[in-house]
Nanobody
Framework: QVQLAESGGGLVQAGDSLRLSCEAI????????MGWFRQAPGKEREVVAVISRTGSRSYHHPTVEGRFTSSRDDANNAVYLQMNSLEPEDTADYYCAATHLFISTLRGNYEYWGQGTQVTVSS
């Protein structure tokens, strides 16, 4: 079983950048498709970005396309979410997740979840 630990969240102003990191503990990220999800207060958890097990394919939600980039470093059992041009609408708790599938955008396909890291973007 793999544990996931996110870091890198914080309070920033609109237009700023943040880089979220997710470290896999007790497992190897190369065995998993990886995803980033977020949940804003009062809203459902939604997919932000996913990256395939090999890193050859990725998906980014249209609202973050061109601003956010997901990447993975399997040598260090880590995945990253580079977030640029942040907007107040990006304020949410961000979660890293792992699936045994090659790649998936469906929340229900992810077996392992981190505890989340909070991102707050002020206007």
């Amino acid at each position: 079983q793999v544990q996931l630990a996110e870091s890198g969240g914080g309070l920033v102003q609109a237009g700023d950048s943040l880089r979220l990191s997710c470290e896999a503990i007790g497992g190897t990220t190369s065995n998993f498709g990886m995803g980033w999800f977020r949940q804003a207060p009062g809203k459902e958890r939604e997919v932000v970005a996913v990256i395939s097990r090999t890193g050859s394919r990725s998906y980014h939600h249209p609202t973050v396309e061109g601003r956010f980039t997901s990447s993975r470093d399997d040598a260090n059992n880590a995945v990253y979410l580079q977030m640029n041009s942040l907007e107040p609408e990006d304020t949410a708790d961000y979660y890293c997740a792992a699936t045994h599938l090659f790649i998936s955008t469906l929340r229900g396909n992810y077996e392992y979840w981190g505890q989340g890291t909070q991102v707050t973007v002020s206007s």
